[in-house]
């Protein structure tokens, strides 16, 4: 069967704009690249703030997403890793012919992932942005990330032994692969905030302790330093709230480190460093650190050691998407990524 030349695709027509769904040209993939029919796309929180506070794109009409998990539909020139009907995930981009928000879009052959017999395609898609911005904060050197020797560098297990890192909101997307990834490379102990009825889940991931996320800087300050009596030189703030950081930066001992994913707000002071992260893939000083996990990360959905977030899945293909980001703005979502099937669009 012939590829397609048109597609459904949901366009944000304008700046500030309403989400509509519109046919659309099916890309073709150029040297180095793939055209990968997508069978799943999650959503995440930057989807919703690029329409309505106008985040990174500046050129429309434009199309969202960037998680992406379907079969290999066409290859471009000198790709030789990849076969049509090859089930594959990876991170898309914010251009048209790379969002995920469409039945098509366009990967990079060397930064694209096999998707194991043991994860399904809507598993799969919950993975390429959380997990990137999570590796990037954690084992990106500075000023980019924490700096810490990347899993596929190190002998893993063991690395970090003896070394806390305190990850505040385990139960969110990022804060689960932060988790693992910690655990992959040894820290310990690994101490996480979260809802209580998160707690077993987060500790299935390789949390040590979850610590309810309600508790004052004075009072989680003080649970931890019960259960360490290691100085916090290391965090990660998944959430990086205005009130997220300063809790981070006040929980560090002098001379620490904290990795937040949104723009920087805590009062910092100099003997401590807060790095803002940002996990885009195609990012010059990103690139190769990604290239390497991307190759990598297949192995570690097959042996289990980075397990993909709980999935919930929103009917009605790209239709379903709208009120997802919704729930997504009114903070309705915890502990799981909504996904969608661009393929059911009617």
């Known amino acids: 069967m012939s590829t397609p030349t048109t ?15 519109q046919d659309i040209p099916v890309p073709r993939p150029g040297p ?17 703030k690029i329409q309505k506070h106008g985040w990174f794109i500046d050129q429309f009409p434009a199309i969202l997403g960037t998680d992406i998990a379907g079969d290999v539909e066409a290859i471009g020139e000198g790709v030789t890793q990849w076969s049509k009907g090859d089930r594959v995930f990876f991170q898309g981009t914010f251009e048209i012919e790379g969002a995920s928000f469409q039945q098509f879009a ?7 992932a096999k998707i194991p017999d043991n994860i399904s395609y809507d598993q799969a898609a919950s993975i390429p942005v959380t997990l990137t911005c999570s590796y990037v904060g954690l084992f990106n050197k500075e000023p980019y990330g924490l700096g810490f020797d990347a899993p596929t560098t190190v ?4 690395t970090y ?83 997220t950081q300063q809790t981070g930066h006040d929980l560090l001992a002098s001379g620490g480190k904290l990795c937040v994913v949104l723009d920087r707000t805590a009062n910092i002071t100099e003997d401590k460093t807060v790095i803002h992260t940002l996990g885009v893939l195609n990012l010059p000083h990103n690139i190769g650190l990604l290239t390497n996990m991307y190759a990598a990360v297949s192995q570690w959905l097959e042996e289990g050691v980075i397990k993909p977030n709980k999935v919930e899945v929103i009917p009605g293909g790209l239709a379903g ?19 969608v099937h661009p ?4």
Do not use: C, M
């Not at 002998?155 to 063991?158: D, E, M, S, V």
């Not at 709208?322 to 979502?333: A, H």
């Open 106 to 112: 366009i990967g990079n052959a060397a930064t694209a």
């Open 343 to 346: 393929q059911e669009t009617a």
């Open 7 to 21: 597609q459904k695709a949901l366009v944000l027509p304008s700046k500030f704009g309403e989400l509509i769904i």
């Open 155 to 158: 002998a893993r297990k063991g």
């Open 161 to 243: 032994a003896g070394n806390p890192l305190v990850i505040l909101g385990g139960s969110s997307s990022v804060g689960q692969f932060a988790i693992q990834l910690a655990k992959l490379v040894g820290f310990s102990p690994i101490i996480t905030t979260a809802s209580a009825k998160h707690n077993d889940y987060l500790k299935s991931l390789g949390a040590d302790y979850v610590l309810d996320r309600n508790l004052s800087t004075s009072a989680l300050s003080a649970e931890i330093s019960k259960l360490t009596d290691k100085p916090i030189k290391a965090a990660f703030d998944s959430i990086s709230s205005k009130e």
């Open 32 to 48: 180095g690249q793939i055209l990968v029919k997508i069978k799943s796309t999650s959503l995440n929180p930057v989807d919703w």
């Open 321 to 339: 998407i709208t009120e997802g980001l919704k729930r997504l703005e009114n903070d309705q979502v915890s502990g799981s990524k909504l996904v």
